[in-house]
């Protein structure tokens, strides 16, 4: 099992800046890919950027330029460093950690974070 635990959130107004942070504890070994899902009120979550294993990161189309996703292995840590926060952003930001064994995919959540965006 891999336990995450986020945190960041908070109220910011349009245009600016949060990081969000991910501690992954237990058994982190071999995790092939980590993560940052949103689910916007009335929305299904959604992927917001994904670093894999090889360090190659990929992006949702609305937040690229915006947003960078980082990992710091050493600390177990996986970042989300969000700028020009739009109220669009609004939503309760999860941590993923996915690792593929044997085929199956066994994807492990965060709590979540609030994060909300005024206008």
């Known amino acids: 099992q891999v336990q995450l635990v986020e945190s960041g959130g908070g109220l910011v107004q349009a245009g600016g800046s949060l990081r969000l942070s991910c501690t992954a504890s237990?058994?982190?070994?071999?995790?092939?890919?980590m993560g940052w899902y949103r689910q916007g009120p009335g929305k299904q979550r959604e992927l917001v950027a994904v670093?894999?294993?090889?360090?190659?990161?990929n992006y949702a189309d609305s937040v690229k330029g915006r947003f960078t996703i980082s990992r710091d292995d050493a600390k177990n840590m996986v970042y989300l460093q969000m700028h020009s926060l739009k109220p669009e952003d609004t939503a309760v930001y999860y941590c993923?950690?996915?690792?593929?064994?044997?085929?199956?995919?066994?994807?492990?959540w965060g709590q979540g974070t609030q994060v909300t965006i005024s206008s």
């Open positions: 237990g058994s982190i070994f071999g995790l092939n890919a």
């Open positions: 670093v894999f294993s090889s360090g190659t990161t």
């Open positions: 993923n950690a996915r690792r593929l064994e044997r085929l199956v995919v066994h994807d492990f």
